[in-house]
Nanobody, 125 residues
Framework: VQLVESGGGLVQAGGSLRLSCTTS????????MHWFRQAPGKEREFVAG????????RYGDSVKGRFTISKDNVKNTVYLQMNSLGSEDTAVYYC???????????????????WGQGTQVTVSS
C-alpha cells in the first residue's frame, strides 16, 4: 500500500492550497481517508476525514469552515482544499488510512495503519 501526498508549498497568509493524496495497493473506494498534520514540537493532529462512501466528513475544530476534504474513487485520490490559511496551519500534512475497510472516520493517529510521507505546508505572515 502506498499513499503519496502532493500540493504542499509556501503560501501567504490568507491564501489557499489544495493537497492531494493518491493511493495504490488498496481498494480506495472501500476506505475512509484522513488528513493529519504535525507542526515542529507538537503532536500529530487530526485535520479532516471522509468516510468510505464519501457520505460524511469530519473536521478538526481548528480548521472547520476553512478546509474541505473530498475523495475521487475513480482517481483513487483524496483532496484537502485549504482556504484562509494562517501561520498556525504551518505543518507537515499527512494522509492516512485505517487497516479496516468500510469503517468510519477516526481522529486518533494510532488508529491509522497506512501513512503517506507527508507534504510541507508553510504559511508566511
Amino acid at each position: 500500500v502506498q499513499l503519496v501526498e502532493s500540493g504542499g508549498g509556501l503560501v501567504q497568509a490568507g491564501g489557499s492550497l489544495r493537497l492531494s493524496c493518491t493511493t495504490s495497493g488498496l481498494t480506495f473506494s472501500r476506505y475512509a481517508m484522513h488528513w493529519f498534520r504535525q507542526a515542529p514540537g507538537k503532536e500529530r493532529e487530526f485535520v479532516a476525514g471522509i468516510n468510505w462512501s464519501a457520505g460524511s466528513t469530519r473536521y478538526g475544530d481548528s480548521v472547520k469552515g476553512r478546509f474541505t476534504i473530498s475523495k475521487d474513487n475513480v482517481k483513487n485520490t483524496v483532496y484537502l482544499q485549504m482556504n484562509s490559511l494562517g501561520s498556525e496551519d504551518t505543518a507537515v500534512y499527512y494522509c492516512a488510512a485505517k487497516a479496516t475497510p468500510l469503517s468510519g472516520v477516526e481522529t486518533t493517529p494510532d488508529r491509522m495503519k497506512y501513512w503517506g510521507q507527508g507534504t510541507q505546508v508553510t504559511v508566511s505572515s
